[in-house]
C-alpha cells in the first residue's frame, strides 16, 4: 500500500491489517511513556487547505508519538493565499524531502491528482476532499464498531462491560447492521464508510430525506430509507451513524434541502425517544462536531451507549497505523522475513509494546 486516497482502495485483508495494527497502537498509549521510536527520522506534512481542527490535531498527535517530524501547513497565510497552485506547493515539500504528505482539500480529487501526478514520491493520505472520500474517519469508526460488537464483547451483548483492546482482532464485522443517518448528499463519511463496512462483511442503510440522498445511491451496495423510526424499530441496528448537517455547503448551493431545522430534528433527529428504540446493546456514534439540537439530541450525545469521545482516541490509534503501515510496514515485513522478529501485522513485539 503506497498511499490511503479511497476506501474504496482497500481488500478485506488490508482493511482488518489496519485495524489490527490500530489495535496495537491502542495498546502502546496505555503506558507511562507513549512514544515510540518507529518513525524517528521521519517527516510527515499536514497539508491543509480546509478548515479542521479535529482531523488535523489527530494526525499530528498521531505522527508525533510514532516519533515523526511534523510540518503543519494551513492554506490561510501561506503563498496559496497568494495564488500559489497545488503543484507548486508539492514540488516545494518534495525539495524538503516530505515522507508522507496528509492532505485535506475542498476539491474533490485532490489528493489521488497528488499522489498520481508524479510531483512527490512521498506517500499520500487523504484526510477528506470535498464531498469524496475520508478514509480514516471509516478506518476508525469500523474499528469502533468492531471493539464494541465483535469477539467477547459481541457473545456477551453487555452494554455495561467496558470494550476491550483486543476484542474482535482479526474480525471483519459480518453479520452487524449499521444504520448511517442524515445529511447523506454532503457526506464524504458516509461514502466511505458504505465501502469500508460493505467490504468488511457489515449491512449498511442509508436513512435521510429524499433531498439529501444523492443521485445514482442505487448503485450503492447499501440499503436506503427515508424513515427513521422504522429502521430503528424493525431493522435492530448494532450501531447507529448520525452525520452532521453540513448548513455550510447547503448555503452555498442556495439551500432549501429541508423545511426547517425543528421539522428535520423531528423526523431524523437521534432523541430521547428513539434512543428507547434500539437494541441494548446498539452503539451511536458521530463523526463530529455535532450540531446538538439538530441531528442528535444532548440526552443521546451523553447516553452511555454513545461512543463519540471513544471515536476521537480511536482516531489516533488508527492513524498511528496507516503512518506506521505506510511509512515503515514493507521495512519491517521485510526483516520478519528474514529474522522473524515481527508478528503477522508487521508491528515487531518492541514497537507494539509487547516486550
Request: glycine share 8%; net charge neutral.
Amino acid at each position: 500500500m503506497k498511499h490511503l486516497l479511497t476506501t474504496a482502495d482497500l481488500s478485506r485483508a488490508e482493511a482488518i491489517r489496519i485495524l489490527d495494527t490500530a489495535g496495537q497502537m491502542a495498546a502502546t498509549q496505555s503506558r507511562e511513556i507513549k512514544k515510540l521510536p518507529t518513525l524517528r527520522g521521519r517527516t510527515v506534512v499536514n497539508l491543509f487547505f480546509e478548515d479542521s481542527t479535529r482531523t488535523r490535531i489527530s494526525f499530528e498527535t498521531a505522527a508525533k508519538r510514532l516519533s515523526a517530524d511534523v510540518i503543519n501547513f494551513s492554506a490561510k497565510g501561506s503563498s496559496v493565499s497568494k495564488g500559489e497552485s497545488l503543484k507548486d506547493t508539492a514540488l516545494t515539500l518534495q525539495a524538503m524531502g516530505a515522507d508522507a504528505v496528509v492532505i485535506r482539500h475542498q476539491a474533490s480529487g485532490a489528493p489521488h491528482t497528488l499522489a498520481n501526478a508524479g510531483w512527490v514520491d512521498s506517500a499520500v493520505i487523504n484526510a477528506g476532499d470535498g464531498m469524496h472520500q475520508h478514509p480514516t474517519q471509516a478506518l476508525l469508526d469500523a474499528y469502533t464498531i468492531r471493539r464494541h460488537l465483535t469477539g467477547e464483547r459481541r457473545d456477551a451483548r453487555d452494554p455495561a462491560s467496558a470494550p476491550l483492546l483486543g476484542a474482535g482482532t482479526g474480525q471483519d464485522l459480518s453479520g452487524l447492521h449499521v444504520a448511517v443517518v442524515g445529511d447523506v448528499l454532503h457526506s464524504r463519511v458516509a461514502r466511505s464508510n458504505v465501502q469500508l463496512l460493505t467490504t468488511l462483511g457489515a449491512r449498511v442503510t442509508l436513512v435521510a430525506p429524499p433531498t439529501l440522498v444523492p443521485v445514482g445511491v442505487e448503485a450503492w451496495p447499501c440499503d436506503v430509507s427515508y424513515d427513521l423510526d422504522g429502521v430503528l424499530g424493525d431493522g435492530k441496528p448494532d450501531a447507529v451513524m448520525m452525520l452532521r448537517v453540513q448548513r455550510e455547503r447547503m448555503s452555498s448551493s442556495g439551500g432549501g434541502f429541508f423545511p426547517s431545522p425543528l421539522e428535520y430534528t423531528r423526523n431524523y433527529g437521534l432523541d430521547a425517544r428513539r434512543l428507547r428504540l434500539l437494541e441494548d446493546h446498539t452503539i451511536v456514534m458521530h463523526p463530529g462536531p455535532m450540531n446538538r439540537g439538530l441531528e442528535i439530541s444532548a440526552e443521546a450525545a451523553d447516553s452511555p451507549r454513545a461512543v463519540i469521545v471513544e471515536q476521537v482516541a480511536n482516531g489516533v490509534a488508527v492513524r498511528m497505523a496507516v503512518l506506521y503501515l505506510l511509512l515503515a510496514g514493507d521495512v519491517t515485513h521485510e526483516a520478519s522475513d528474514k529474522h522473524g522478529a515481527s508478528d503477522k501485522n508487521g508491528v515487531s513485539p518492541k514497537e507494539a509494546g509487547q516486550s
